[in-house]
């Protein structure tokens, strides 16, 4: 199903103000790598938002994610004190780590591979 307007608006909105509120809280550099919201999808009642996250030479993606909703509250606060004005309700926030980065490095190595193969037969 297609999102309509009104939920790609929102999704806008709590994404850069997102990215503003992880750089605040030094929650973009986490375990000597960087923590980059790839994307935010909002449920059609505008209810729950469920924000993606992108590791990057993070040594523990599932410690930093911990990390990161250990600190879901504070978020959710300076989140809610940013876009009162714009939204009724704050949404349910639920994070997931976004695996796209390291299934294209995957690929790039196996594409790596294959033509390597490929040249010496």
């Known amino acids: 199903m297609e999102e309509g307007k009104r939920q790609k608006q929102v999704a806008a909105v709590i994404k850069e103000e997102m990215n ?5 809280l030094g929650l973009n550099m986490i375990f000597g790598g960087m923590v980059s ?3 935010v999808k909002i449920t059609p009642d505008l209810l729950e938002a469920r924000i993606y996250l992108s590791f990057f030479q993070v040594q523990d993606n599932e410690a930093a994610l911990k990390l990161i909703e250990q600190k879901a509250w504070e978020i959710k606060k ?3 004190q940013k876009v009162k ?5 704050i ?3 639920h ?3 976004d695996d796209t980065l390291e299934n294209v490095f995957h690929m ?3 594409f790596k591979k294959l033509n ?3 040249g010496k037969a």
């Open 108 to 110: 790039e190595e196996l």
């Open 20 to 24: 503003h509120i992880f750089r605040h």
């Open 85 to 89: 004005t714009q939204l009724r309700r």
């Open 37 to 39: 919201i790839s994307d």
């Open 91 to 93: 949404p349910v926030i």
């Open 116 to 118: 390597e193969s490929s």
């Open 78 to 80: 300076e989140l809610s």
């Open 95 to 97: 994070y997931y780590a």
